[in-house]
């Protein structure tokens, strides 16, 4: 393709001669390195072929070959060496370009209370994402390199991300990233139940207990074992009064280990055994409705 007004293209202020934003194409030999240290950036490495040993703060010498993908949030200093002759394309930017899908992502993040280590296998690289990166080294071959034009591909990735891989896949594809997003009470809010202790919770944020209940002490004023405590109080309050579920259910349901157990935490909040609490309720009821 001849390119019409090639210099008015190269001498525009939006366009990209040497910038860490945007895509870039890289053809290295075996048994070179590579170091990537800005650490204020999020980064999308393609793949395309050969094979690659990938270090950061995050994992050491994870390989990963031709025809996959890999995410790597902010903060991460990257190591490369390059195992066989490759080729791949890095795409370097500061934010999530488009709020739907940012908006999607925490959401399935929080709703699939996606919890534990973070997974660095990458994706596969499917047809459409490969698709896009041809239409790339298209224009890099053609010196189009419009900052617009970059963030408009970048856009076309997630929809086709979208598109053709499982919203759990993009979930933990993009869970570094989601780690620093999603909001410390949304992170609490989804997992509180899932665990029996405060020092449990803690782990899961992947953070001291010291730091944690600082955390937790900053966006709920109040502790996280009172705060838990409430929780539970007022979840089994309401099975009691407003339902007619089992006790064996809700001994199992919030970890009771014995019926007296039960029995005891019941009479400390409430100040009756459980099964007193019931029929007081349905007694109020009864009045009421008579």
């Known amino acids: 393709m001849k390119v019409l007004y090639l210099t008015e293209h190269l001498s525009c202020t939006n ?3 040497n910038t860490n934003n945007g895509f870039n194409r890289y053809t290295l030999k075996a048994n070179e390195d590579f170091t990537i240290q800005h650490k204020d950036l999020h980064f999308l490495f393609f793949f395309k072929t050969g094979k690659i040993e990938i270090s950061c703060n995050e994992f050491e010498n994870k390989v990963y070959e031709g025809d ?16 066989t002759d490759s080729q791949f394309t890095l795409v370097c930017f500061e934010k999530h ?24 296998d990458g994706l596969p690289l499917r047809t459409g994402i490969k698709k896009v990166l041809e239409s790339v080294d298209y224009y890099l071959d053609n010196k189009l390199s419009c900052k617009h034009l970059h963030l408009l591909k970048l856009q076309e990735v997630f929809f086709i991300l979208r598109a053709e891989y499982k919203k ?37 944020y992947n953070c001291s207990q010291r730091t944690f209940n600082r955390y937790f002490q900053e966006t709920f004023n109040d502790s996280p074992y009172n705060w838990m405590l409430k929780q539970k109080s007022e979840e089994v309050r ?6 007619k579920t089992p006790f064996k ?42």
């Open 15 to 17: 366009y990209l001669s």
């Open 68 to 83: 996959s993908m890999l995410f790597l949030a902010k903060g991460n200093k990257i190591k490369g060496k390059i195992i």
């Open 97 to 120: 370009i488009n709020l739907c899908d940012k908006a999607m992502l925490e959401s399935l993040y929080i709703k699939q209370k996606i919890i534990g280590d973070r997974n660095y």
């Open 168 to 204: 759990k896949e993009l979930v933990c594809f993009f869970k570094p990233m989601l780690d620093q997003t999603v909001s410390f009470e949304d992170f609490v809010l989804a997992n509180y139940k899932r665990v029996k202790t405060v020092e449990e919770l803690a782990e899961l």
């Open 238 to 243: 309401e099975l009691l009064i407003k339902t």
């Open 249 to 290: 259910t809700i001994i199992e349901d919030y970890n009771f280990s014995s019926p007296s157990h039960f029995s005891t935490f019941c009479r400390a909040q409430f100040g009756l055994p459980p099964r007193d609490v019931r029929k007081r309720a349905q007694k109020i009821k009864s009045d009421s409705d008579n």
